[in-house]
């Protein structure tokens, strides 16, 4: 089993900055993919951004340009600086991560975008 742990979301006004963290612990064998998705009220789950294990990078493109996606691998962390924030960027965000076995899921780190 593995666990995620969320951790950077909050409050912050247009134009500002936040950085998401995500841990992953437990029965680890391989991590692949690692990523962020997000949901906004009334909307579906969508893909932020991912990163392989070899670094290759995808983004949204509503976000390219203003988040940077990254990863370390020895900590099995990844990391999800968000600059230039936007009202239409608030969602709860969530931590995605491939293993040999499954994906898992984080539990959701709140996002608010807003003067």
């Known amino acids: 089993q593995v666990q995620l742990v969320e951790s950077g979301g909050g409050l912050v006004q247009p134009g500002g900055s936040l950085t998401l963290s995500c841990a992953a612990s437990g029965s680890i064998v391989t991590i692949y993919d690692m990523g962020w998705y997000r949901q906004a009220p009334g909307k579906q789950r969508e893909l932020v951004a991912v990163?392989?294990?070899?670094?290759?990078?995808n983004y949204a493109d509503s976000v390219k340009g203003r988040f940077t996606i990254s990863r370390d691998n020895a900590k099995n962390t990844v990391f999800l600086p968000m600059n230039s924030l936007k009202p239409e960027d608030t969602a709860v965000y969530y931590c995605?991560?491939?293993?040999?076995?499954?994906?898992?899921w984080g539990q959701g780190t709140q996002v608010t975008v807003s003067s």
């Open positions: 995605n991560v491939q293993t040999t076995i499954r994906a898992y």
């Open positions: 990163i392989t294990r070899s670094g290759r990078t």
